[in-house]
């Protein structure tokens, strides 16, 4: 759904009400489709109307329920004040598949050559002699065919050599496949979520303000733009992970935190520090 006013118009340190009327905070920060009020998310189509520096959601959000109950995105308070937070974390979790990982090639040739197999073979001969025999009678036999031309053909039997060809195996290649586990390492980014109860902030929201009003030459933007990297120097000040370190030690993690790197992050560097100094009482 789309919004009914121009995103363009959201911006930080605009207060935040609920669709009662409820204030539930300023903009802390604005991404592409919701804005942060005090770590909590509303999305674009959670808002109701922009009037003037007054952001108001829907009734649906932040409203008042027939339990007594007043919900917020991500957030259930108590009509007696009691605030339930819901605190949750990524975890990576990590699956195995099957998957071809490479192949091994084994590749045939043929090759020609000639190749000589001795061999021997029978044949007939014909040996033709002449003979002179003393005059006899002929026979009958002697008769047929006396006198009478003609060709007497007489077979010459033998063997001969018929060549043909075998396939036989000489040898093979065995082509064998083992496995074996390695242990690899696989790293993600994971995100979780912490709750800073930042309730004193509010008894040190006025210094901050009478501080900044003071600065020389006099600041050009209003409090409320630059209230939310108070904000976070502050949360970051009291946030026991950080306990005993210095704003030199700490800054590198604000500044991926924020998302602001280059001159971005040195136009809110001082309030920043100024927010966490302040909160450890320096």
Do not use: C
């Not at 980014?189 to 006099?218: I, L």
């Not at 590198?252 to 971005?264: H, L, N």
């Amino acid at each position: 759904m789309a919004a009914r006013f121009d995103t363009k118009q959201l911006r930080q340190g605009m207060q935040v009400f609920s669709g009662e009327g409820r204030s539930l905070g300023t903009i802390e920060q604005t991404d592409a489709d919701s804005i942060t009020v005090k770590g909590q998310q509303y999305e674009f189509t959670s808002i109701e109307r922009v009037d003037g520096n007054r952001v108001y959601l829907t009734r649906q959000v932040g409203a008042t329920t027939e339990s007594g109950r007043v919900e917020a995105q991500g957030t259930v308070q108590e009509a007696e004040g009691t605030i339930r937070v819901p605190v949750r974390e990524e975890r990576l979790e990590v699956e195995k598949r099957q998957a071809e990982l490479g192949e091994v090639q084994v590749r045939k040739t043929v090759t020609s050559e000639q190749q000589t197999v001795p061999v021997e073979l029978m044949r007939e001969e014909v040996h033709v002699e002449q003979h002179d025999v003393t005059d006899r009678p002929a026979t009958e036999g002697d008769l047929k065919g006396a006198f009478e031309e003609g060709t007497i053909r007489v077979p010459v039997r033998g063997e001969e050599a018929v060549a043909h060809k075998e396939t036989v195996v000489t040898g093979e290649v065995v082509i064998d496949k083992t496995r074996s586990t390695e242990t690899e390492q696989i790293t993600d980014t994971v995100r979780r979520e912490q709750v800073q109860v930042d309730e004193n902030y509010d008894k040190a929201r006025t210094s901050y303000q009478q501080a900044y009003s003071k600065r020389q030459p006099p600041a050009t933007r209003k409090f409320e733009e630059v209230e939310p990297h108070f904000r976070t120097g502050y949360g970051t000040a009291i946030d026991k992970r950080y306990a005993g370190k210095s704003f030199e030690e700490v800054e590198p993690e604000i500044r991926q935190t924020s998302g602001a790197s280059g001159d971005a992050w040195e136009q809110i560097k001082r309030e920043v520090r100024e927010g966490f100094e302040h909160a450890r009482g320096r």
